[in-house]
Every structure is written in C-alpha cells, then in structure tokens.
C-alpha cells in the first residue's frame, strides 16, 4: 500500500513539473517573436500556443497538437493565419479552438471554441458573430 502512494505522489509531481516546463517554454518562445517584420507560420503557432495557454480554455485543447488551416475557406482571408488546436477529451472531438493572428502585426484578431463541421466559411471571424 504504501509503494503505491509513492508512486501515485511521484506521478503527480511528474505532470505538474510538466505543465509548469510547457508554461515556461511557451511564454520563451512567445518573448523571443519578432514582430517588425510580420510573422511567418512557426511563429504564428507559437503566438496562438501563448494565446490558448491564457485562455479559460486550455485544459480543454492539446497545446502541442495544432494546425495552420490552408484549406479553401481560410483562401478569401490571405492576411490571417488560422490555427485550429484539437481537444484532449474524446467528448469534445466536435469543437476545436481556433486563433486567428494577422499576418503583418502578429496580433490577435479572434480566438474562440468552434465546430468545424458546423461552419463552413469563416466570415463569423471578422463579423463579430458567433460559430454555430
């Protein structure tokens, strides 16, 4: 009984000191992003990370398992990256959060949870509405 309550506390120790390195290692590389010159798409992913990791979403997404959209319904908005993170709950494998980031600034525009399969442009983006 009691080898599993060491490991049981030495497990636990394990995912917390790793949440606390992915924090530390997000909030790094978002320090180091260069914005002057615009962002390319490693560093877009890198601000949409910093972007989940501040949201009361991000137990909810994989911070590490994300995706810059280039399909045709991103085509119309040439100036934004869309990331698009999947979640970590099978339950959830409707919704995904997405982080639109403009190009030129490396700003924000909008970050929200949304239902792919449910929205089939991206015009809620810049319209101020909401995904379905």
Not at 95 to 110: C, E, N, P, S
Request: overall charge positive.
């Amino acid at each position: 009984m009691r080898f599993f309550r060491i490991v049981s506390c030495l497990m636990a120790g394990a995912v917390v000191l790793t949440g606390c390195s992915v924090t530390a290692r997000v909030n790094k590389e978002y320090a180091a992003v260069d914005r002057a010159d615009g962002v390319t798409e490693k560093e877009a992913l890198i601000i949409a990370r910093h972007a989940l990791l501040n949201s009361e979403c991000r137990q909810r997404f994989h911070i590490n398992k994300a995706s810059v959209l280039s399909d045709r319904l991103v085509e119309p908005y040439p100036d934004y990256f869309f990331v698009s993170f999947y979640p970590v709950a099978y339950d959830d494998h409707f919704k995904r959060y997405l982080v639109v980031i403009d190009k030129k600034t490396g700003k924000v525009a909008r970050e929200e949870q949304y239902r792919p399969l449910k929205n089939f442009n991206y015009q809620w983006v810049f319209n101020g509405g909401k995904p379905r």
